[in-house]
């Protein structure tokens, strides 16, 4: 018979396993953009950016982001 601590415990390491490897994929799909007004522009496509950490940039700033295409926006990972 399962014990409902050993399950709990499995489902919450399953979650942070499958949590890890999401992190790892954004990592891989993060990309350089420049700073230009309240956008950052990658590549030739500009984007609303907001950023996920608080940090000090400027226009004219190379950032990280992760771009998502169906929204038109990116979200700033780090400079």
Do not use: C, H, L
């Amino acid at each position: 018979m399962a014990n409902p601590a050993i399950n709990s415990m499995i489902g919450t390491i399953k979650s942070s396993i499958v949590q890890r490897v999401k992190i790892e994929a954004n990592k891989n799909k993060a990309q350089s953009g420049v700073v230009r007004g309240g956008s950052v522009v990658v590549g030739n496509k500009s984007y609303a950016a907001t950023p996920v950490v608080d940090f000090y940039y400027t226009d004219g700033d190379t950032v990280w982001v992760i771009p998502d295409e169906s929204s038109g926006r990116a979200i700033i990972v780090g400079n």
